[in-house]
C-alpha cells in the first residue's frame, strides 16, 4: 500500500488495514493547538481545514471562537458532527475540496492546516493555497503544521515537506513570520506504530526504533510549525 494513494473516506470508515485508531485522532485537541491557543493566536471566523474528526475544531470552540470545520471525506465529518453534538458545542462542519473551497470567500481570519498540506501533491498544494487566499480576509492569520524531511524513513507520511517548498508556495501570498521545527504528538506508541507498518505498508519498521515519545508514551514526529499573515 502506498500511503500517498490513501482514501481517507475509507479509512475514516475503518475499511484499511490501519482499522479505526489513526495516528492523528488523538480524542484530543493536538498540544501544539494549544500552545497556540494560549498563546491568543486565533481570533474572529476560525478555519479547521482538514478537520478530521474535529477534536480541534471542538477545542477552539470551547475557548468561544466561532469555527468552521472542513474535510474532503464525509465520514469524518459526520464523526465529527457527532463528537461536537456530545460536547454541546456549535460548530459548523462541512465536506469540502481543499483545493477550491467555493462558498467561502473572504470570510474567514484564523485558519489551522494541523496536518492537511503533507497530504497533498505538489500542483494540489499550489491550488490549496490560493484557495486559502480566497476563503481568508487581509491581516489572516495561517497556522499549518507539516511533516518534515527529519521524519524517518519508514514512518507511513504521504509526502515530506523541505523549508524551501513552504517559503515559495506559500509566501506567494502570505508573510511567513515564523518557521521552524518542532515535534507533533500523534496516537500511537512505538510498538503501535511499528505494527501499523508491518501491516499497513507491508514494511520493516526496524527505521522507528529512535522516534521521541511524550509522557504518554506516543509517538512524537518531525514537523514544521509554520506561521503566516496574509497579504
Given amino acids: ?5 490513501v482514501d481517507f473516506e475509507e479509512l475514516y470508515q ?3 488495514p490501519m482499522g479505526r485508531k489513526m495516528p492523528w485522532d488523538l480524542g484530543a ?15 474572529g471566523d476560525v478555519l479547521d481545514i482538514g478537520c ?18 472542513l474535510d474532503g471525506a464525509p465520514s469524518a465529518v459526520s464523526q465529527a458532527r457527532a463528537r461536537a453534538a456530545e460536547r454541546g458545542l456549535d460548530i459548523e ?24 498540506y503533507h497530504c497533498l501533491s505538489e ?3 499550489r491550488a490549496y493555497l490560493a484557495a486559502l487566499t480566497r476563503a481568508t480576509r487581509p491581516g489572516a492569520r495561517l497556522h499549518l503544521f507539516c511533516f518534515s524531511p527529519e521524519v524517518p524513513d519508514a514512518f507511513p507520511a504521504p509526502y515530506l515537506i523541505s523549508e524551501a517548498n513552504l517559503r515559495e508556495t506559500v509566501g506567494k501570498d502570505w508573510t511567513i513570520e ?9 496516537s500511537m506508541t512505538p510498538e503501535e506504530l511499528r505494527q501499523s507498518v508491518r501491516v499497513v505498508l507491508d514494511a520493516d519498521p526496524a527505521g522507528l526504533t529512535s522516534m ?19 497579504r
Fill in 29 to 43: 485537541p493536538q498540544p501544539a493547538v494549544v500552545e497556540l491557543a494560549d498563546a491568543g493566536e486565533f481570533g
Fill in 52 to 69: 478530521g474528526l474535529g477534536d480541534n475544531s471542538a477545542f477552539l470552540a470551547s475557548r468561544g471562537l466561532r469555527v468552521t470545520g
Fill in 14 to 16: 475503518g475499511a484499511t
Fill in 123 to 125: 500542483g494540489q498544494r
Fill in 93 to 116: 462542519f462541512a465536506v469540502a475540496d481543499a483545493t477550491k473551497l467555493e462558498g467561502y470567500e473572504g470570510r474567514f481570519d484564523t485558519v489551522l492546516d494541523s496536518a492537511l
Fill in 1 to 5: 500500500m502506498d500511503v500517498q494513494d
Fill in 212 to 230: 521521541e515519545t511524550d509522557a504518554d508514551g506516543r509517538v512524537l514526529v518531525p514537523v514544521w510549525q509554520l506561521k503566516a499573515v496574509r
Fill in 178 to 186: 515564523t518557521l521552524e521545527p518542532r515535534l507533533y504528538t500523534t
